[in-house]
């Protein structure tokens, strides 16, 4: 099993940045890609970042260039970076994290057996 519990959200103006964290525990050598998910008002939930323990990271259309995602070297606390914050931005952000082959979608939720409760982001105009 593997306990994700995400931290850091918050209300920021419109331009702003914000830092997630995702504190990760339990036997997360399970896993092999970990990431961010995010669901906005009335809106399905939509992958944002995803990151391979091979270094490999994948950005949706919308955060890329914006959002960073990385790891520590000890891997038990993943991060999301968001930089130039827009009210579009706003939605409760979920870590996840699951073991999946090389290749087809990395947003699709069903690879990711492990889940944070979330963290509300509101970005103000």
């Known amino acids: 099993q593997v306990q994700l519990v995400e931290s850091g959200g918050g209300s920021v103006q419109a331009g702003g940045s914000l830092k997630l964290s995702c504190a990760m525990s339990?036997?997360?050598?399970?896993?092999?890609?970990m990431g961010w998910f995010r669901r906005a008002p009335g809106k399905e939930r939509e992958g944002v970042a995803i990151?391979?323990?091979?270094?490999?990271?994948y950005y949706s259309d919308s955060v890329k260039d914006r959002f960073i995602v990385s790891e520590d070297n000890a891997r038990d606390t993943l991060y999301l970076q968001m930089n130039n914050l827009n009210p579009e931005d706003t939605a409760m952000y979920y870590c996840?994290?699951?073991?999946?082959?090389?290749?087809?979608?990395?947003?699709?939720?069903?690879?990711?057996?492990?889940w944070g409760q979330g963290t509300q982001v509101t970005v103000s105009s």
């Open positions: 996840a994290a699951g073991r999946r082959h090389e290749g087809g979608n990395v947003f699709r939720e069903a690879d990711y057996s492990y």
């Open positions: 990151l391979w323990t091979g270094g490999a990271t």
């Open positions: 339990g036997n997360t050598v399970m896993t092999n890609y």
